[in-house]
């Protein structure tokens, strides 16, 4: 028998939070791009691109060979490369494998305009407001504009920023990069765009012409005590395993590795094929929530590189066998991640390979 322990991916799921996300934007008259880089988040980016490639305004990607893959694969939608390209070689693979680059330092300005005029992208222009990570200061964006409005090679010119802490309602510093960007947005150009999912569910302010959700188009909150907003995006992935073991241990008696729990009184310890070879995380603390049988039990003991152990004593008619949810529907990976020093995306991106996925309509 195959190893037990997999991911089910619900591609209706998908499709109907990107709906709900593009119903945010288009208060606003604005486009959304479905952010997949990084494999979507752990939940297979070719599946899901194919099954989204008809309904999406465009796919957002990290890298020329993420692109690459997804038309390997005969994925037809525009695709934003987020980071643009690395060096020159990149560019001629970008106008095959993608029609919109962002453009975040001079250096891949000046690459773009040796670029042949054959095929013209649309640049995303990153301006720098606060987030110190990628793009031009604001008084370097307009001399880059200018410099973009007069390449051969630029089909349009959209303007770009990206928030630091948009997850935070009583953000001083959203404010403060909202108002900044506002004030280039004066700038002739063919487009903004601002918001990731924090910012597009919390702040109205920064939804524009484009919009760019990740997480929340894979049903996870960036907010992890949100409970209205979770209740409108539906978990995409859910990760389960089986009950291999069972025992019953005395009190007094430790279980797994260093004995880091003991029971207090006779326990029963239900062993899931589940650990941090498949990218459960190994400092999962004592009392991680696991669900069974549609209960919450506790996680015991370290979790080891294929197994974990959950304390079941509560849990009546206990099988080898029996499903064990890591995360999903009933238990918000959020949740889960607030007790392993990590958080939603991490947790999502980490999932290893050896987890089999399932793609699932409903
Ligand atoms: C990853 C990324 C996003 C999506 O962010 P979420 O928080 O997952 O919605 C949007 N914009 C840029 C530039 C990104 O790198």
Known sequence: MARPAKAIINLSAIQRNYSYARGLGQQHGGKTVMVIKANAYGHGATEIAQFMDKTVDMFGVASIDEAQQLRAHGVCAPILLMEGCFDQSEWAQAQVAVTDVVVHNQLQLDQLSMLNTAQPLSIWLKVDTGMHRLGFSLTEAQTALAQLNSLAQVKQVILMTHLADADNGNSDITQQQLSTFKALCELPVDG?????????????DARAHWNRPGLMLYGVSPR???????????????????????RTIQAGESVGYNCRWTAQKNTVVATVAMGYGDGYPRNASNGTPVMLHGK????IGRVSMDMLTIDVTDVANVAVGDTVELWGKSLSVSEVASHCDSNSYEMLTRLAERVKKQFITD
């Open 296 to 299: 919450r039990v506790p996680l």
């Open 192 to 204: 903004i765009s601002i918001a990731n999912s924090a910012s597009l569910l919390f702040w109205p």
């Open 224 to 246: 992890t005590s949100q409970q209205q907003v979770t209740s409108d995006l539906q978990a995409a992935m859910t990760l389960q395993s089986q009950v291999i073991a069972l």
